[in-house]
């Protein structure tokens, strides 16, 4: 199982970033995907999931500012994040399962002015 996340970088309060985490090695249409994100100091937290039909779920914290999808052609899920604040400073995290036992390298963002 290989997950190649990316789209990370330093963006503004206030501003938007679109995550993409490409997958191979498994099947990918018959998994539930998710995004999870560790912020310094801080534990692993789920931040969203998406099924195989495209159903959603996100954690309170995101819920109206960040939005998932996924290309079952692509084998890619996406994380398109819009409002950002400092507390969305973290390593991001696209993984196969809700708990994040696998998951890529992640992809860093940080929300600073």
């Known amino acids: 199982v290989q997950l190649q996340a990316s789209g990370g970088g330093l963006v503004q309060p206030g501003g938007s970033l679109r995550l993409s985490c490409v997958a191979s090695?498994?099947?990918?249409?018959?998994?539930?995907m998710y995004w999870l994100r560790q912020a310094p100091g801080k534990g692993l937290e789920r931040v969203s999931g998406?099924?195989?039909?495209?159903?959603?779920v996100y954690a309170d914290s995101v819920k109206g500012r960040f939005f998932i999808s996924r290309d079952n052609d692509k084998n890619t899920v996406y994380l398109q994040m819009e409002r950002l604040s400092p507390d969305d400073t973290a390593l991001y995290y696209c993984a196969r399962d809700s708990q994040g036992f696998i998951r890529g390298q992640g992809t860093l963002v940080t929300v600073s002015s």
């Open positions: 998406i099924g195989i039909g495209g159903n959603s």
């Open positions: 090695g498994f099947t990918f249409d018959t998994y539930w």
